[in-house]
């Protein structure tokens, strides 16, 4: 099993800067997640069949996920697939699509049960989360836990009182969290553009990275289907 929540917590506020400074890797294109994206108005989404992850198939190989699994410290017995050459991020019904844009941001394995719950609860897979979108998940997650010397944990409804869920109109089917009230910026330097980071996906399969230790059956798990909230 992964590492527990306070090693968990401990290697994101190590990485925080590196992720929020982090601005991609490929050069495809430049575009803004916060100023491109908009709120969700009724009919305004696109179909499903053209979402832009339909543009995109992974080029991730063997000494991919062997670095993936160094970097981001993912233990042996939590399974890494490279997807095949026809498998979009959305294609799979078991297996979780992850790009590696999401670990940079923080994100570790076990998934945390505030992110898994608030995913569900917006009907999104973690593959649909654009980079900024997690740089804002994460560091809600520290701040949340700094501010209150370690004693409190973010819940949902405190983050979406906070942040609503906005949909990237560039990239459709992609969402990012931009903030409810304009005048308080709760997470600042966020990078203008995220570049090539779409086709930087694998896939995480078996079921022993979802949830912590001490969480029993009824735990909510991971969203496997591409949705809208």
């Known amino acids: 099993m992964a590492a527990g929540g306070s090693d968990w917590l401990a290697v994101l506020s190590q990485e925080l800067l590196e992720g929020l400074s982090s601005s991609g890797r490929d050069s495809e294109e430049a575009l803004s997640e916060v100023t491109t994206s908009a709120r969700v108005v009724f009919g305004s989404l696109v179909e499903p069949k053209r979402w832009a992850v339909h543009s995109y198939f992974s080029k991730f190989n063997a000494e991919s996920i062997a670095r993936i699994r160094s970097r981001y410290q993912v233990l042996e017995d939590v399974v890494l697939r490279i997807p095949n050459s026809d498998e979009w991020a959305c294609s799979h ?36 989360v654009a980079p900024n979108g997690w740089r804002v998940i994460i560091s809600s997650i520290v701040m949340w836990k700094e501010s209150s010397d370690g004693l409190d944990d973010i819940i949902m409804e405190e983050f979406l009182y906070c942040f609503e869920p906005s949909h990237i109109t560039t990239s459709p089917g992609f969402w990012t969290f931009r903030n409810r009230d304009n005048l308080v910026k709760l997470v600042e330097v966020l990078p203008s553009s995220n570049r090539g980071w779409k086709d930087g996906y694998f896939f995480v399969c078996g079921d022993n990275w979802e949830r912590l230790p001490e969480e029993g059956d009824d735990f909510i798990p991971i969203r496997r289907t591409w949705g809208t909230p």
Request: glycine residues 6%; aromatic residues 14%.
């Open 93 to 128: 019904v078991e297996d979780v699509a992850f790009y590696e844009s999401t670990l940079t941001a923080g994100l570790r394995f076990p998934v945390q049960p505030f992110i898994r719950e608030l995913l569900d609860f917006l009907s999104l897979a973690p593959g649909q």
